[in-house]
């Protein structure tokens, strides 16, 4: 019996060994999260330990972390590819803390997606609402039922480049359609819900279909119907799993992301050309002082 207990009991600390995570995973939201609000279930269901807003709330929380254990910490920005700003604002608070207890520790993550990733996450979302559709009318209607439904592509409002990068993906969703119309509006934006709900039933669709372009469900609307979450639970953990690992793998290589990071805002905005004296030839957006990573 003796001999059993201290085999179970190295089992047991095998097993926990083997299930402790790898690193500290930290999650940097901005305006397609609530500023890291929405996040908050995947801190509460143990897939991140931290969803923070970028600046000093993220320095503090990558402190703590970088204390607390002698793990790696990764952070992984929360963008679904509309937000470069999130991941370049993200890769400059993490550059101030690479001293000596972040050497070799501390990893900026891939983004959670890009604008291909939300495409395909969108037509998913999209089949997924014409198929409930179908199921929904008779086997005789089941084909006008999905020809009546339109999809609203909802998603807090940002800026102007922000916005309108929405509009060119729903219109990209919509070229192997499910759906005879893809439309998009803005939590408080131009247009907002009710509008995009209105022009959906101008434009004859029967039903209104809401899918999220961002972390969280859609918000309620008059006329529209909760087409559910962009992506579940299981599939947002799988993707910041392979975000981590590729954070973790890199960093074996010495190589921690910051870098690569700080150009991601390269081609967002307005372009523009130096002059003729400055060897920095290619255009590039204006840099405004009013970062978030900056302010703060």
Known sequence: MPHACANAATDAAARTRA???AASVLLVGGHESGAADRLRPLVRDGIAAGAVGVGRELAAAVDRALAGSERPVCVVPMTLGRDPRLVADTARTLRRLTGAAGTGR??????????AHLIGWLRAAAERAATAAAA?????????????TAVLVTAPRSGPFEDAELFRIARLVRQYRTHRWVEVAFEGGDPDLAEGVERCRRLGAGRVVLLPAGFGPAPAVAGGEDGGPLLSARAVAGVLRARVAGALDRLRRQEDGIATG????????????HGPADHHQHPHPHHHPNSTAEKR
């Open 136 to 148: 929904s009318a008779a086997s005789a209607n089941a084909s006008a039922a999905t020809e009546q």
């Open 106 to 115: 501390l990893a900026l993550c891939a983004p959670f997606g890009e604008p």
């Open 19 to 21: 299930e402790a995570p």
């Open 262 to 273: 700080l150009d991601a805002e390269h081609g967002h905005g307005f372009p523009h050309s």
